[in-house]
């Protein structure tokens, strides 16, 4: 089977505007969020039943640290059922699972559950769902800049053999191809510190659509509008 160009082998998402969305409702934040859980299921069965190999989502950054205490804990709580929830899915449907991110400022508990699902989903192959969870352009590559210096110790022969592919290795999704289509749900113009090195020649979808509304029809609507997209990664044709 050739390999079909037009679907994205790799498709990212900043999932965005579950807040507005519960707030229109006159309800809590966290309704939404909840409500962003279905987007998340309904958008990895649409992955699957279009051939893209990985889906990555942009779950929590680091900068979320900075919401109120009763929101991260919720947050926190409701990735932590979820993904619980999810293992048979993802072991029935050949998901492999994964977390990206600064884990060290995860709790045991969540590091635990993370684990579990990552050792037992590894051989999986029809789709790699990852979740980036504490996690930001900037500390990926700051993390990775201080893995060189201390790898090299700083010397110049070594630093001279280290070009973009072998720093790109010291990023923590070196396991994994850069994305093909990048969406940022709810209008918002903006990548807000995601994969800013891998994301160099995404092709970016913006829509108004905010998180918990975004589902299969969306879905297929980015990758509709990706297969029209013409990538020529800065040469010419
Ligand atoms: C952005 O909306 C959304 C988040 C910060 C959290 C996204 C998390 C989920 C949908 C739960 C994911 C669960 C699993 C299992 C992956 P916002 O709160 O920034 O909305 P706003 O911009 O309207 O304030």
């Avoid at 022969?157 to 990048?182: C, H, M, N, S, W």
């Avoid at 510190?193 to 994301?199: E, R, T, V």
């Amino acid at each position: 089977m050739t390999e079909n160009k037009k679907v994205p082998a790799h498709v990212s998402i900043i999932m965005d505007g579950n807040g507005r969305w519960a707030r229109e409702r006159g309800r809590e934040r966290v309704f939404g969020h909840f409500e962003g859980v279905e987007s998340v299921r309904v958008c990895t069965e649409a992955a699957v039943e279009a051939g893209v190999k990985y889906l990555s989502l942009y779950a929590f950054s680091e900068e979320n640290w900075g919401r109120p205490e009763s929101e991260v804990s919720a947050l926190m709580e409701l990735m932590m059922k979820s993904m619980k929830n999810e293992l048979k899915t993802f072991l029935d449907n050949d998901i492999r699972f994964v977390v990206l991110g600064n884990r060290a400022r995860l709790g045991d508990e969540m590091n635990a559950a993370i684990d579990n699902m990552m050792e037992l989903t590894a051989s999986n192959k029809v789709l790699t769902l990852i979740l980036f969870l504490s996690y930001s352009g900037k500390w990926d590559i700051l993390q990775a800049a201080k893995r060189l210096a201390k790898e090299t110790g700083g010397d110049p022969e070594k630093l001279a053999q280290v070009g973009q592919e072998e720093f790109g290795r010291l990023l923590v999704t070196k396991d994994y191809p850069d994305p093909d289509l990048i969406i940022r749900t709810s209008g918002e113009l903006r990548l807000s510190n995601y994969l800013l090195w891998q994301g160099a020649y995404s092709e970016y979808y913006f829509t108004p659509v905010t998180w918990p509304d975004f589902r299969r029809e969306q879905f297929f609507e980015a990758l509709e509008d990706y297969a029209s997209r013409d990538r020529r990664f800065g040469k010419v044709k």
